[in-house]
Nanobody, 122 residues
Framework: QVPLVESGGGLVQAGGSLRLSCAAS????????VGWFRQAPGKERESVATISWDGVNAYYADSVKGRFTISRDNAKRTVYLQMNSLKSADTAVYSC???????????????WGQGTQVTVSS
């Protein structure tokens, strides 16, 4: 199993935007649902957004609905997370993972990447 690779994190002011990328090297990536997760210091990891294998179905945590958009380009084996109107509460390490079995939902995340830090200054 080859881990996914996240990029695009950084330091941004509140109200700003960032786009994260999650890249895969295995062709099977295109067959599975993928999710973005985040973990802030002292908190448990939480699901932020997930997307089905074909990009048709997307799910968002209530805390990011209307601000974040998940998308994917299977030809590039990449999933994106566009984050707008960022808040200090969005500060966390963001990681992506693909489901082990499903093309629709992420219930058994696997191929975890190393994560990318997002810091939002107020």
């Amino acid at each position: 199993q080859v881990p996914l690779v996240e990029s695009g994190g950084g330091l941004v002011q509140a109200g700003g935007s960032l786009r994260l990328s999650c890249a895969a090297s295995e062709p099977s990536f295109s067959s599975y649902a993928v999710g973005w997760f985040r973990q802030a210091p002292g908190k448990e990891r939480e699901s932020v957004a997930t997307i089905s294998w074909d990009g048709v179905n997307a799910y968002y945590a209530d805390s990011v609905k209307g601000r974040f958009t998940i998308s994917r380009d299977n030809a590039k084996r990449t999933v994106y997370l566009q984050m707008n109107s960022l808040k200090s509460a969005d500060t966390a390490v963001y990681s992506c993972a693909q489901d082990r079995f499903s093309g629709v939902v992420v219930t058994t995340p696997d191929h975890w990447g190393q994560g990318t830090q997002v810091t939002v200054s107020s």
